[in-house]
């Protein structure tokens, strides 16, 4: 069975203290692999998608990397306003569904 | 605005209701999702349409759910008889035939009291 797991379920970072949230992931046949960030009370909004072992891209502070097993999300510098659910979501091969982890819940304190 | 939107942002119904929700997708995209999230958790795949076609529904979806997308443009997702474990934001998604652009509305929160 597809299986999606983030970790940790929750960071606090002092604003400037770089980290990495992790997403570990069992599909048959990876089609693609999405990050989206949510706020409280609003919908997923779209960060990347990575397709391939290897791959890597970037946005403001933020890059995501994949591997065969998992995939990383480096926040650099993190400022306050970086604060939010990041949700990570696998999509197989022979379906348009995503499946998604439990998130991580990161809040960057000034 | 060329976001997917959704009506209403909040419902509150009492048990034993039947509810509505409707989404408009991103114009150009022609695939529509609806996915169920509770607090703490992921969103989680319910069903999706391709053009007018229902092509795939998850075991969430009992009978007392029914969703249509009857002209290939906006969606409905009807609950019958809410019951108070439907209480969660219900989120919808459109992307074109790639499935990769996977786009979110900002959800309908549904209160079951």
Not at chain 1, 85 to 110: H, M, S, W
Not at chain 2, 12 to 34: A, M
Not at chain 2, 81 to 104: H, I, N, P
Request: net charge neutral; proline share 4%.
């Amino acid at each position: 069975e597809d299986q999606v797991t983030q970790s940790p379920e929750a960071l606090r970072l002092q604003e400037g203290e770089s980290s990495s949230l992790n997403c570990s992931y069992t599909v048959s046949g990876l089609r693609g692999l999405f990050w989206y960030r949510q706020d409280p009370g609003k919908g997923p909004e779209f960060l990347f998608t990575l397709y391939s072992a290897g791959e890597e891209k970037e946005k403001e502070r933020l890059k995501a990397t994949l591997t065969k097993k998992e995939s990383f999300l480096h926040i650099t510098a993190p400022k306050p306003e970086d604060s939010a659910t990041y949700l990570c979501a696998v999509q197989e091969g022979n379906t348009d569904k995503l499946i998604f982890g439990t998130g991580t819940r990161l809040q960057v304190f000034p | 605005d060329t976001g997917v939107s959704q009506d209403p942002r909040h419902k509150i119904t009492k048990r034993g209701q039947n509810v509505t929700f409707r989404c408009d997708p991103i114009s150009e995209h022609n695939r529509l999702y609806w996915y169920r999230q509770t607090l703490g958790q992921g969103p989680e795949f319910l069903t999706y349409f391709q053009n007018e076609a229902q092509l795939e529904k998850s075991r969430l979806l009992s009978d007392r759910f029914s969703a249509e997308r009857p002209k290939g443009s906006f969606s409905t997702l009807e609950i019958q008889r809410t019951e108070q474990g439907d209480s969660a934001m219900y989120l919808c998604a459109s992307s074109t035939r790639t499935g990769w652009d996977y786009t979110f509305g900002s959800g309908t929160r549904l209160t079951v009291v």
